[in-house]
């Protein structure tokens, strides 16, 4: 059986072993009327919000199909089509199942974290396993259907449609709620995160959701499409191979195969909460290297050999191309390490952004800031050293390699993402429902890593997103060599059309992200009104006599999010075009390394400083300098409100923002020639 074959193979029974898990998930009890109540409320508010965010994207995805059908070919609107399809419906099922699971977790915390812990981590495992199992079924599938990677190009741009909207519309709900909710609730009112007498509480647990759940999802399914299409583009042009072309998929089938024993490894036995969790990491990545060197022994037991754009002809050994992959998984070891770094209340920068809230607000956003650039040098540092190490071992075709196994565990990363939003909506409900304050304690813990793995998958997927976006530029150089002298020696500075596009390119990330943080502002200046409004209007919410209208908030957080989202996604898609068209392919090269430097510095610097924000408020909540209700809570609450439109909104968009750009460079480099 081929090797495409037999990774379409694979990701169906990952995709059937996500529906097991489901099926253990949903017979675990709800709870008790009160918390089945919340859940309830925070279920229809989440898809109510999916269901009208993928209404108006299916507009622009039947616009762009026929645009492409018409424009490039058939089978590139088709491949367009099915990316978007599999996309939304990852996300669909994994947030459906993460607003069931928050209840259930929340009630079995009852019983003690060794109950809960797994079932969270399974609930969060079944999005993990629909995001890679239908991006490699669906790149499998259409490789045997058209034989031609350029041809399911398209699937990736689909997939990278639904990510920009999910990640901007879903960043600009979750920090509208959150920041009205804590604005006013937390600083104005004194009034605890989860608190039921705060108007915006439901639609914040909803937006841990939608941003968290379904925006990671999606985001991570078009970086492990794209990875994998760009290292098959490279395959097909550079080593014109067949195994070269399928080597990446066999890589995720097998890293697939890997997460799923992985996922299984996850027992609580005692110790700590996130060594049980890493341990399905070590596991996934284990059992991939495993694979990975077993498999490439047997399709390449004479390595291969490719003229490289820069090197000229190259030899590759069987083990280059293995210690390729591994150079991978270390990048994925090293950002995770770094990440946590950076952003856990264990250590030292996160301690430091505390400990300066003691002087008042501004001295906590100063710091938070420096801690934010400061985070960047080490990622960066790390995926520069893979990128030349891999490139050492198998050249261009090498790095490809590197970023195909960094995102062939994606399924399990995705995993540990979509605990975070899990733990977090269980422990609002146990506030909620007033449940007992040992149930509060464990839910407590749960969500306290799930701050921590949320910060660390963001870091994991800034990083891949960089490599991917290098994987889909080489093929773009690639695609506008065959029909023009065009070459990697073009591009130079000294041009002024690439010195043009560099300078284009690297502007975008940082108009991008401010179009993102404006989006929340003008959203939460809603949400702060109508939560001091019912605060002012309906007696007896403080007491606790009267019921806040949660729905007029997530109403508000919904239709803000769905009108504000349509300008950056359009920047997105629109400047690479009217750059390459405009000032030809050699700025729109210019323009994609520009991007790719600057999305990947600032979408770092956001993410890892937000983080830390966030963890540095929780350090405080935890008893520390004050604690609660002190002044230098009250000084960390705002710079934690800073910071979420930092690593919720603006810094993980940035990540589909370059592949878009890149993705259309390469389906629309044809034209431009």
């Known amino acids: 059986m081929e090797i495409a074959a037999v990774s379409a193979l694979l990701s169906i029974l990952a995709l059937g072993f996500a529906g097991y898990l489901v099926r253990d998930v949903l017979r675990y009890d709800a709870g008790n009327e009160r918390m089945r109540s919340i859940a309830k409320a925070i279920q229809e508010g989440a898809m109510a919000y999916l269901n009208r965010q993928y209404r108006t994207i299916a507009v622009f995805a039947v616009l762009l199909t026929i645009v492409l059908a018409v424009a490039i070919n058939w089978q590139t609107g088709a491949s367009f089509l099915l990316g978007a399809v599999f996309s ?40 993990g396993l629909c995001v890679a199992g239908l991006g490699l079924l669906g790149v499998s599938v259409l490789y045997i259907l058209f034989r031609d990677p350029l041809l399911i190009v398209g699937f990736g741009f689909g997939g990278s449609l639904i990510s920009l909207f999910a990640r901007i519309g879903g960043g600009i709900y979750t920090k509208a709620a959150d920041v009205g909710a804590d604005l006013v609730g937390k600083v104005e009112a004194g009034i605890p995160e989860d608190d039921p007498r705060n108007p ?27 990875t994998a299409i760009g290292a098959m583009l490279l395959g097909w042009v550079l ?72 090197r000229g002809a190259i030899s590759v050994s069987s083990s280059g191309l293995f210690l390729s992959a591994v150079v991978g998984i270390g990048i994925t070891i090293a950002m995770i390490v770094i990440t946590e770094y950076f952003t856990s209340t264990k250590y030292p920068p996160v301690q430091s952004i505390a400990r300066a809230s003691k002087t008042g607000a501004a001295t906590n956003i100063i710091t938070g800031l420096a801690v934010g650039y ?27 390699i590197a970023a195909m196994a960094m995102l062939s565990v994606t399924a399990m990363i995705v995993a540990l993402d979509s605990y975070g ?6 422990g609002g409900i146990a506030e909620m429902a007033e449940l007992p304050e040992e149930t509060r304690k464990v839910t407590d ?86 939560v001091r409004r019912q605060f002012r209007e309906i007696p007896g919410i403080m007491e606790g006599k009267a019921k806040p209208d949660y729905a007029r908030c997530v109403d508000i957080v919904t239709k803000g999010a769905l009108r504000q989202m349509s300008l950056p996604a359009l920047l997105a898609v629109l400047s690479p075009l009217a750059v390459g068209f405009l000032l030809g392919p050699l700025a729109l090269g210019g323009l994609l390394i520009g991007s790719i430097i600057s999305g990947l510095l600032l979408a770092l ?4 400083g937000g983080g830390a924000w966030d963890n540095a408020k929780k350090f405080i909540e935890d008893g520390n300098y004050g604690g609660k209700g002190s002044d230098a809570h009250k000084a960390a609450v705002v710079g934690d409100t800073v910071g979420d439109p930092y690593k919720d909104t603006a810094g993980p968009a940035i990540n589909p923002l370059i592949k878009v750009m890149n993705t259309i460079a390469v389906i629309f480099a044809p034209l431009l020639v």
Not at 374 to 400: D, F
């Open 88 to 127: 939304a419906l990852a996300g669909y099922i994994g947030m459906n199942i993460s607003v069931r699971a928050n209840v259930r977790v929340a009630n079995a915390a009852r019983e003690g974290i060794a109950r809960a812990l797994p079932l969270a981590f399974r609930g969060g495992a079944v999005t």
């Open 200 to 226: 915006a509480v439901i639609a914040d647990n909803v937006g841990d959701n939608v941003g968290d759940c379904a925006g990671m999802g999606a985001d991570l399914f078009e970086t492990y499409a794209v």
């Open 239 to 310: 080593v014109r191979d067949t195994l070269a072309v399928e080597y990446p998929l066999a890589l995720g089938a097998a890293a697939l195969l890997a997460s799923v024993l992985g996922i299984m490894a996850v027992r609580y036995s005692g110790g700590g909460i996130m060594a049980t969790l890493y341990k399905g990491v070590v596991v996934s990545g284990a059992l991939s290297l495993v694979l990975f060197y077993l498999i490439t022994r047997a399709l390449f037991p004479q390595g291969l050999s490719y003229s490289d754009p820069v």
């Open 374 to 400: 400061k985070s960047t040098t080490l990622p960066v540092l790390a995926v520069v050293a893979g990128v030349l190490l891999s490139y050492k071992l198998a050249g261009l075709y090498g790095i490809a």
């Open 421 to 426: 939003p899990i733990t977090d909506n269980a």
């Open 445 to 530: 813990a749960l969500d306290a890593v799930g701050n921590t793995t949320k910060a660390v998958t963001k870091g994991y997927a800034i990083g891949s997103a960089g490599l991917a976006a290098l994987a889909l530029f080489a093929a773009y150089l690639q695609e506008v060599g065959k029909e023009t002298v065009i070459s990697v020696a073009s591009f130079t500075v000294a041009d002024p059309s690439v010195l043009a596009g560099l300078l284009i390119g690297g502007l975008i990330p940082f108009l991008f992200a401010a179009l993102a943080m404006e989006a929340v502002g003008v959203t939460a200046f809603s949400v702060v009104e109508e």
């Open 605 to 608: 610097t956001m993410a890892n």
